[in-house]
C-alpha cells in the first residue's frame, strides 16, 4: 500500500465538438492503428480522444465518461501498445460478470497480432479452465474482485507483476460492496504500476482510493457527473402498484424494438418476466440467481432478437452492452439514484436514439426527486387515456409513512437534506423532448 497520498490534478478535460476523422495523431502505434481500420473503429469517442494520449505517456488517469462512450478502449488500447514495448502483465478489474466478458471480448481483436493471451476470471465459470488459462501466461487478465482473490489464495495467479492496473466501473464495484476486496488487491500488487480508473461518477469514496493509490492522476471528464446522454429522452408514470403490469402491456405494444426493463429485486424480476411472457412476448432474466450459462444465453439471445424484453436487476445495468435498445423501463425505480444514470445509459448509445420510462408509485416523490436533483432537470410526467397520473403524496404523509432509508444505513438515492423545499418552478412549461412518436401527453406535476 502506497504511504504517501496525492490528490488528482485539477485537469478536467471538456468534450471537443469536432473530435478528428481519425484515431491518427493520438500517439497509437501503427500496428493497432491497422486493427482499428479492419475492426471499422475510424472515429474516437471524447473519452478516448482525451485520455488516450494520456495514458500512452504512463500517467495515472482518472476517466469520468457516462456509459456507452467507448470507455473500454480508452483502457484496452493504450495497455496493448505498452505492454508490447515492456514487461508485466495489465489486470482489469469490473464489478460484474457480464463487464469483465465484455471487456474481455473488446480485447481479443487487439491482442491477436501481438500474440498476447489473456484471461478472464470470473464467478460461476469453472475454475479448472481459469486455472489452465492462467498456466498460459497471459499478458492481460480481466477479473472480478471476488474470484481474482480466490485465484490468488490458491496460489494461481501471482500479482507481483501488475505493470498496469485499470478499475473499470469504479463507483459500482463500490456500491456493490467491492472496497475490502479492492484494498485487499491494492496491497498484492506493486507501488510502481500505471494506474487508471474509470467511471460514470465519482463519489468521494472513489476520491479517497484515488489520493491513496494514484500518483497525481489526471482528470479527464468528458461530462459532470450525473450527465444522461443527449440522445435519450426521458418520461414518467405515477401509478399505482397494482396497475404497473397493465401500464406495461400497454407500452409493450406500442414500442417494437428491443426493450430493457429493470427491476429492484431478483424476486420480482421473476414475477415480471412470467408477467411478460404471458402477455405473449418473449422474455429472459438476468440477475443474480441465474447461472453463467443462463445469463449468457439471456444477453445473447436478447443481442439476436429471440427476445423482445430483457428483465434485469441493477447488477446487469452496465454489463449489457447492446446497440439498438430501443426502450428501458425503470419498472421499479433504483435504490440508489445513481443507478438511474447506468439503467437508462443502456439505450441511446453509438448515436442512436433512445427512450427511458419510470414508473413511480404515488409514496415515491423523493426518490423522484433525489433523480431529478442528480440529472439536475426534472423528469417530464406522461399521461395515457387508460392510466390518467397519480398525485404524489405530500412530504409530510411520506416520512410518516416510511423511514428515510438513508438515516438506517441504507444506500438511498440522492443527497441528504434535499426535501419538501426543492422545486423546478412546475407549471405549464415543457423541460424534456418530447417521446419521438408516441401518443403521451404532458400534465402538470401534483404534490
Known amino acids: 500500500m502506497m504511504t504517501n497520498k496525492h490528490t488528482p490534478q485539477n485537469n478536467f478535460v471538456p468534450a471537443q465538438t469536432n473530435p478528428p476523422q481519425s484515431f491518427y495523431g493520438l500517439g497509437i502505434a501503427p500496428k493497432i492503428l491497422d486493427i482499428l481500420e479492419r475492426i471499422k473503429f475510424k472515429i474516437p469517442t471524447p473519452i478516448q480522444l482525451k485520455a488516450i494520449p494520456l495514458a500512452l505517456e504512463g500517467k495515472d488517469i482518472i476517466g469520468i465518461a457516462q456509459t456507452g462512450t467507448g470507455k473500454t478502449h480508452s483502457f484496452a488500447i493504450p495497455m496493448v501498445q505498452r505492454l508490447a514495448q515492456q514487461k508485466g502483465i495489465g489486470l482489469v478489474l469490473a464489478p460484474t460478470r457480464e463487464l469483465a466478458i465484455q471487456i474481455s471480448d473488446a480485447f481479443q481483436n487487439i491482442v491477436y497480432p501481438f500474440g498476447m493471451k489473456t484471461a478472464c476470471l470470473i464467478g460461476g465459470a469453472p475454475m479448472h479452465d481459469q486455472v489452465q488459462a492462467l498456466r498460459r501466461n497471459p499478458r492481460i487478465v480481466i477479473a472480478t474482485p471476488g474470484r481474482l482473490l480466490d485465484h490468488v489464495g490458491q496460489w494461481n495467479i501471482m500479482l507481483d507483476d501488475v505493470s498496469i492496473l485499470v478499475l473499470d466501473e469504479a463507483d459500482r464495484m463500490l456500491d456493490m460492496g467491492f472496497v475490502p476486496q479492492i484494498n485487499k488487491i491494492l496491497k498484492f500488487v506493486p507501488k510502481d504500476r500505471h494506474t487508471m480508473l474509470f467511471s460514470a461518477t465519482i463519489p468521494k469514496e472513489i476520491m479517497e482510493i484515488v489520493s491513496k493509490y494514484m500518483k497525481l492522476p489526471v482528470s479527464v471528464e468528458i461530462a459532470p457527473s450525473g450527465t444522461v446522454a443527449e440522445l435519450v429522452t426521458q418520461e414518467l408514470f405515477i401509478v399505482k402498484k397494482e396497475s404497473k403490469n397493465r401500464l406495461l402491456g400497454k407500452l409493450l405494444a406500442q414500442y ?40 449468457r444465453e439471456a444477453l445473447e439471445g436478447f443481442k439476436s432478437g429471440k427476445y423482445k424484453v430483457l428483465v434485469a436487476t441493477d447488477i446487469a445495468a452496465r454489463g449489457i452492452d447492446v446497440t439498438g435498445i430501443e426502450l428501458v423501463i425503470n419498472y421499479d ?30 409514496d415515491q416523490s423523493r426518490d423522484v426527486r433525489d433523480i431529478e436533483k442528480l440529472i439536475r432537470k426534472p423528469l417530464p410526467i406522461a399521461k395515457h387515456p387508460e392510466f390518467p397520473p397519480e398525485p404524489f403524496e405530500q412530504p409530510e ?11 438506517h444505513g441504507h444506500r438511498g438515492g440522492g443527497q441528504q437534506g434535499f426535501g419538501r423545499g426543492f422545486g423546478f418552478n412546475r407549471g405549464k412549461k415543457n423541460y424534456g423532448s418530447k417521446p419521438h412518436n408516441k401518443p403521451f401527453q404532458r400534465s402538470s406535476r401534483k404534490f
Open 333 to 362: 425505480l433504483p435504490d440508489d439514484a445513481q443507478n438511474y444514470v447506468h439503467r437508462i445509459g443502456r439505450t441511446g448509445r453509438a448515436e442512436h436514439k433512445g427512450h427511458a420510462i419510470s414508473f413511480a408509485t404515488p
Open 397 to 407: 404523509a411520506e416520512s410518516s409513512r416510511r423511514p428515510d432509508k438513508r438515516q
Open 256 to 295: 417494437h424494438g428491443p426493450v430493457l426493463l429493470f427491476s429492484r429485486t431478483k424476486h420480482n424480476a421473476r414475477k415480471i418476466a412470467i408477467a411478460i411472457r404471458t402477455m405473449g412476448y418473449r422474455a429472459a432474466e438476468i440477475h443474480s440467481d441465474r447461472s453463467l450459462n443462463q445469463r
